[in-house]
């Protein structure tokens, strides 16, 4: 069998391959090492989105994609969608870093941590009166609504509640989860807005949730509410939250993903006093790689002795 692999992961990866399988390295300029024609399986990498299509083109006998994101969104372009193949994702393996990255996003919210470091640089000491004035805050108490209560959320639940926060999510189907304190469905989420400090996103991105966080959602939340997005840009309305940080609908937001990546120079994002920007790396780490590997060769496995695969996506839900 022969497999398309990405350059940076191929070695690991075939050092568990069979004498059967042939692989055709792919590097992170587009370049394949060997002909792609007859290859079934392709593990598509998320450093090589901008000549997806090119590579797909190239892969006539495809059977089996594997997407090292969790979100399939940005691979749903027409000529993958009218293909008759297998799609896995690798939802599951960035939940530990991404739920570690929100509550470094709300420790630093809460602790004024930002502060902090730049009075450091500054080579200033801050006085009492100066440390009050910055209000900080406990996590304790305070109240989070997730919107997705995936393998991602639940993580984020997890966590969350173990620093005495009361947790709430929404999901199509609500039902009681770990994590957890309330779980609702449909449109219930909207009425618990006035109450919620910290709104975390972690649904994927598909026609139902494309700007689900409009005008109308920043203006019902607390003037002290905070917004974390770990999950897609396209989520939210940009115009309509950098309206709502600069009139003070909400008291700020940290954003890992953009509806343009990287975020334009021009972006009035980059700007905002009350805005947390990091380049969609929340799902990172060291050790997640290792994880997205196992999986990868886990589903290898399963797919040559033509059995069931674990998280096969639904290309029409785009999830």
């Known amino acids: 069998m022969k497999i398309v692999l990405p350059s940076n992961l191929a070695t690991q990866i075939e050092s568990h391959l069979s ?10 300029q587009g ?11 392709y ?6 989105n901008a000549f997806f299509e090119r590579v797909l083109s190239q892969l006539p006998n495809l059977r089996w994609l594997h997407t090292e994101s969790a979100g399939i969104d940005h691979l749903l372009i027409p000529t993958l969608v009218a293909r008759d193949l297998i799609m896995t994702n690798s939802a599951g393996v960035h939940a530990i870093p991404i739920a570690e990255f929100v509550l470094a996003y709300m420790l630093d919210r809460a602790k004024c941590l930002s502060n902090f470091r730049l009075a450091q640089q500054q080579d200033r000491w801050l006085s009492y009166p100066e440390v009050e ?12 609504l997730i919107i ?10 997890t966590r969350t509640q173990a620093f005495g926060m009361r947790v709430w999510g929404n999901c199509l189907h609500p039902r009681s989860l770990p994590g957890f304190d309330l779980v609702v469905g449909a449109e219930e989420w909207r009425t618990l807005l006035p109450e919620v400090d910290y709104l975390v996103l972690a649904t994927p991105l598909t ?28 989520i939210i309305d940009e115009n309509a939250l950098i309206y709502a940080l600069q009139n003070g609908w909400l008291a700020g937001a940290a ?19 009350n805005v947390f920007i990091t380049p969609h790396c929340s799902g990172i780490s060291q050790q997640m790689q290792q994880r997205v590997i196992e999986l990868f060769l886990e589903n290898l496995a399963l797919y040559q002795a033509g059995k069931p695969l674990r998280n096969i996506v639904d290309k029409a839900a785009g999830y």
Do not use: C
Not at 31 to 41: F, Q, R, T, Y
Not at 133 to 144: F, I, K, R, S, Y
Not at 148 to 157: C, L, V
């Open 133 to 144: 004035a910055l209000g900080l805050q406990e996590l304790m108490g305070a109240t989070v």
């Open 255 to 273: 954003l890992d993903a953009f509806t343009v990546e990287p975020l334009p120079a021009d972006s009035q994002l980059r700007s905002l006093p």
């Open 43 to 48: 593990f598509h990498e998320w450093s090589y």
């Open 207 to 234: 026609a139902q949730t494309k700007h689900l966080i409009d005008a109308s959602v920043l203006k019902s939340m607390q003037a002290s509410a905070y917004l974390i997005n770990i999950a897609r840009g396209g």
């Open 19 to 28: 004498n059967d399988d042939r692989i055709v390295r792919l590097d992170l």
């Open 31 to 41: 370049n394949l090492d060997g002909d792609p024609s007859d290859a079934e399986v």
């Open 148 to 157: 997705g209560t995936g393998g991602i959320g639940q993580a984020i639940a």
